[in-house]
């Protein structure tokens, strides 16, 4: 695999940084803080504690079955390349059912899910995914889940925005993130309020971005989503976790509404 070196121009090398505070910066507006008091508490698992039935979340999928979620190709779930077993949600290698989405559309919201990958996995979780907008998958904003150390988009796209926790093909997560592992469940976490969004791993805020500013569409228009309009930008939308070949599992897949 050949690494490409791109140098940014001087305007979007601007509206990156504008978007993705340096690395390791700990201030109440930066991209890499500490959990706070909303990341859901270890508790049983696929099981909502009374504290968070308090605080209004609510299983975004029940741990037993399909309930809430449908085949992005069809008002149906898969038949074929996903499984339920044991309490976890799997995408099965090469197992072709494609992408599955909510049932719902959401807006301002915070999603809790943990994750675990195989070795060389890529797979992700996108959010205010329209439908019907690109025929082959479902187009939204990703958080992306990636073995970074084996999985070559690793080395693809710009300044590591396709590597794990990154804004996939936007906004890179930071060098200093929390290193993953694989064959070990991490929590990806997003709160997105209006146009405000932030991406979490295992506690650690990675990305934060305004989704309606400047900043946000020089990096559209300097990205593979630069043929959509307004990307991004969408009042409401899905949740989607991708297919992408590879096994990835899920479980405690949470939401509560941020009004």
């Not at 339920?84 to 915070?110: C, M, P, R, W």
């Not at 995914?129 to 080395?155: C, F, S, T, W």
């Not at 009042?235 to 990835?248: A, C, M, S, W, Y």
Request: aromatic share 8%; charged share 20%.
């Amino acid at each position: 695999m050949i690494t490409l070196h791109i140098t940014l121009s001087a305007g979007l090398a601007l509206a990156l940084s504008a978007l993705c505070p340096l690395s390791g910066q700990t201030s109440s507006g930066g991209a890499h803080n500490h959990a706070n008091e909303t990341t859901p508490a270890p508790g049983p698992i696929n099981q909502l504690t009374a504290e968070e039935t308090a605080a209004g979340w609510q299983l975004l999928w029940n741990g037993t079955d399909s309930t809430g979620w449908r085949s992005i190709k069809g008002v149906d779930f898969p038949k074929k390349g996903w499984e339920i077993k044991d309490g976890v949600l799997s995408v099965l290698k090469h197992g072709g059912g494609g992408d599955i989405i909510t049932a719902k559309q959401y807006a301002n919201f915070e999603l809790s899910v943990d994750f675990k990958t195989t070795p060389g996995a890529n797979s992700g979780i996108k959010y205010f995914v329209q439908h019907g907008l690109d025929k082959h998958m479902g187009i939204g904003l990703e958080y992306q889940i990636l073995d970074d150390a084996r999985h070559p988009d690793a080395k693809l796209g710009k300044n590591g925005n396709r590597k794990l926790g990154s804004l996939y093909d936007l906004i890179p997560a930071p060098a200093d993130k929390p290193a993953p592992s694989v064959g070990v469940w991490h929590t990806a976490r997003l709160v997105v309020k209006g146009a405000h969004v932030e991406h979490w791993f295992d506690g650690v805020k990675v990305v934060e971005y305004d989704r309606h500013s400047e900043a946000f569409r020089a990096a559209v228009k300097a990205s593979k989503y630069k043929g959509y309009k307004h990307f991004g930008e969408w009042e409401t939308g899905h949740i989607l976790l991708q297919d992408h070949g590879d096994n990835v599992s899920f479980r405690n897949i949470k939401i509560r509404d941020l009004k």
